[in-house]
């Protein structure tokens, strides 16, 4: 379009705008544009705000809200995209940009790198820990499947099942492929764990689809899927596509089966193997009783023979220790003999120990006989003393005592005889020399 200064007035600002906006978006109604996202920003809003560039330009994109939530990949810094939408300017700027309607990797090469970088980062946070991976269930009570409900999977699980040892099966079906696949997926791994206490919650959880291009599997490299496995406190299994086919989800997965039917052989056994394992154990136990049987009626046995010999072993015993106890008595001549022999030494020593004390007691006596001689009368008078007795009867033992004139008899040492004795008045007692008073003149005389 071709604007002449001479017949037209001058355009607004505005006018000006509003042509170029009619101008582009007429023609690039819809386009295919390349380049690698920089500057990526997720808003509170819904919508994403980014540009695209390459060596030498930059272009600037926004995917609204509605757009947005279907995108088959969320859109990160350094991915390489081919977005699919609109061009259009923002006149509050003088800018153009492209309203993106679509997004995909710019080629299998750009994908696998993404890839790459994905599970780098998720093996720095640990999620594929092998520490981490829980045990599967021997035989699984309840069985969850999250996969598509049509499709030739679901049928090969369900017939594998049947065939090995059939158990009851959850499904909670999901799209597997293209938009929302994975924010699904997700979804149906965090509600299986949190079924209510009165729904029967499953032993084991399948994850399962089949074969296809990287990116018809690449809903199973999302972040949310991935770390909906690694939060899950259900047994997860990883049948994903078939043997070549690796995804991010086979990592984070308890077990990865290479195919789905795989992923069903992996969590029941075969029930022919499990009834020749019953039977097995069966014959086993069988076997175990019979021996803890007669192991039981043999120690029954040896305890009956045991209380009825014990009588005869007590009897035996209480011989052996009658037999040893006489073997240690002395016979009653030994006895006696024992006896006098001690009687014998006894009495020597009695003899012995008797004339010793007889001798002490004798010098005893004889110094008590000394002692009572000494103090008896006849030795008194043998000293020169007498004795006056009364011829009535007495001994007259002070002179205050002859009262009258007595006759008496005088013993003495060698005799007696016969005399009277008269009292008399005693001595009268000398008159003391009284000392003459001294007077002060006789001192002076």
Same mark, same amino acid.
């Given at each position: 379009?071709t604007?002449s200064?001479?017949?037209?007035p001058p355009?607004s600002v505005?006018e000006l705008?509003h042509?170029l906006k009619s101008?582009?978006?007429?023609h690039?109604?819809? $386009?295919?544009?390349?380049g690698?996202i920089?500057?990526c920003?997720?808003h509170?809003?819904?919508h994403?705000?980014?540009?695209l560039k390459?060596d030498?330009? #930059?272009?600037d994109g926004v995917?609204?809200?509605?757009n947005?939530?279907r995108?088959?990949?969320?859109?990160q810094?350094?991915?390489? $995209?081919? $977005?699919?939408g609109?061009l259009?300017?923002? /006149?509050?700027?003088?800018?153009?940009q492209?309203v993106?309607?679509d997004m !995909?990797?710019a080629?299998?090469?750009a994908?696998?790198?993404?890839?790459?970088d994905r599970?780098?980062?998720?093996?720095?946070?640990?999620?594929?820990?092998?520490?981490?991976?829980?045990?599967?269930p021997r035989?699984p009570r309840?069985i969850?499947l999250v +996969? %598509?409900?049509?499709?030739?999977?679901?049928q090969d699980i369900?017939?594998?099942?049947?065939?090995?040892?059939?158990?009851p099966?959850?499904l909670?079906p999901?799209?597997v492929?293209?938009e929302?696949a994975?924010?699904?997926?997700?979804?149906?791994?965090?509600g299986f764990?949190?079924?209510?206490?009165?729904?029967?919650?499953p032993d084991v959880?399948? $994850?399962?689809?089949?074969?296809? %291009?990287?990116?018809?599997?690449?809903?199973?490299?999302e972040?949310?899927?991935v770390r909906?496995v690694a939060r899950?406190?259900?047994p997860v299994?990883?049948?994903v596509g078939h043997e070549?086919?690796v995804?991010?989800?086979?990592?984070?997965?308890?077990k990865?089966a290479?195919t789905?039917?795989?992923?069903?052989?992996?969590?029941?056994p #075969?029930?022919?193997?499990?009834?020749?394992?019953?039977d097995?154990q069966?014959?086993?136990l069988?076997?175990?009783?019979?021996?803890?049987?007669?192991? !039981?009626?043999q120690r029954?046995?040896d305890?009956?023979?045991?209380?009825?010999?014990?009588?005869?072993l007590?009897?035996e015993?209480?011989?052996q220790?009658?037999h040893?106890?006489?073997a240690r008595?002395r016979?009653?001549?030994e006895?006696l003999e024992?006896?006098?022999?001690q009687?014998?030494n006894?009495?020597g020593r009695?003899?012995s120990?008797g004339?010793?004390?007889?001798?002490l007691l004798?010098?005893g006596l004889s110094?008590w006989?000394?002692l009572?001689e000494s103090? %008896?009368?006849e030795?008194?008078l043998k000293?020169?003393f +007498?004795?006056i007795?009364?011829?009535?009867?007495g001994?007259?033992k002070?002179?205050e005592d002859l009262h009258r004139?007595?006759?008496?008899?005088i013993?003495f040492?060698?005799g !007696?005889c016969l005399g009277?004795l008269? /009292?008399?008045k005693?001595f /009268?007692?000398?008159?003391r020399?009284?000392?003459?008073?001294?007077t002060q003149a006789?001192?002076?005389?």
């Amino acid at each position: 379009m071709t604007i002449s200064q001479e017949a037209s007035p001058p355009l607004s600002v505005s006018e000006l705008s509003h042509h170029l906006k009619s101008m582009v978006e007429n023609h690039f109604s819809r $386009v295919q544009v390349r380049g690698e996202i920089s500057g990526c920003k997720h808003h509170t809003s819904g919508h994403i705000y980014m540009a695209l560039k390459d060596d030498k330009s #930059v272009l600037d994109g926004v995917c609204w809200r509605g757009n947005a939530g279907r995108l088959a990949l969320k859109p990160q810094d350094g991915m390489d $995209v081919i $977005v699919t939408g609109r061009l259009t300017t923002y /006149p509050g700027r003088s800018k153009y940009q492209i309203v993106i309607e679509d997004m !995909t990797l710019a080629g299998e090469g750009a994908l696998l790198k993404l890839l790459e970088d994905r599970r780098r980062q998720f093996a720095i946070e640990g999620l594929f820990d092998e520490h981490l991976k829980k045990p599967l269930p021997r035989l699984p009570r309840n069985i969850a499947l999250v +996969t %598509s409900p049509t499709g030739a999977v679901i049928q090969d699980i369900l017939h594998r099942l049947s065939e090995r040892c059939p158990r009851p099966v959850q499904l909670w079906p999901v799209a597997v492929q293209g938009e929302g696949a994975a924010d699904q997926i997700a979804s149906a791994l965090d509600g299986f764990n949190a079924l209510p206490a009165e729904f029967p919650r499953p032993d084991v959880i399948i $994850v399962a689809r089949g074969g296809g %291009s990287l990116e018809d599997l690449w809903a199973f490299n999302e972040e949310e899927v991935v770390r909906a496995v690694a939060r899950s406190e259900i047994p997860v299994i990883s049948g994903v596509g078939h043997e070549p086919d690796v995804t991010l989800i086979d990592y984070v997965a308890d077990k990865r089966a290479p195919t789905p039917t795989a992923a069903a052989e992996m969590v029941v056994p #075969v029930k022919a193997d499990v009834l020749g394992y019953l039977d097995q154990q069966q014959k086993r136990l069988q076997g175990n009783l019979k021996r803890l049987i007669q192991e !039981t009626e043999q120690r029954l046995d040896d305890r009956t023979d045991r209380f009825f010999q014990a009588p005869l072993l007590y009897l035996e015993r209480f011989s052996q220790s009658t037999h040893s106890l006489a073997a240690r008595l002395r016979t009653p001549q030994e006895m006696l003999e024992k006896a006098m022999l001690q009687v014998s030494n006894l009495s020597g020593r009695l003899v012995s120990t008797g004339s010793v004390r007889l001798d002490l007691l004798e010098k005893g006596l004889s110094s008590w006989a000394n002692l009572l001689e000494s103090y %008896s009368y006849e030795a008194v008078l043998k000293r020169g003393f +007498t004795v006056i007795q009364r011829q009535k009867g007495g001994y007259l033992k002070r002179l205050e005592d002859l009262h009258r004139t007595e006759s008496v008899q005088i013993i003495f040492s060698d005799g !007696t005889c016969l005399g009277t004795l008269t /009292p008399q008045k005693p001595f /009268p007692e000398k008159p003391r020399k009284k000392k003459e008073e001294s007077t002060q003149a006789d001192l002076w005389s």
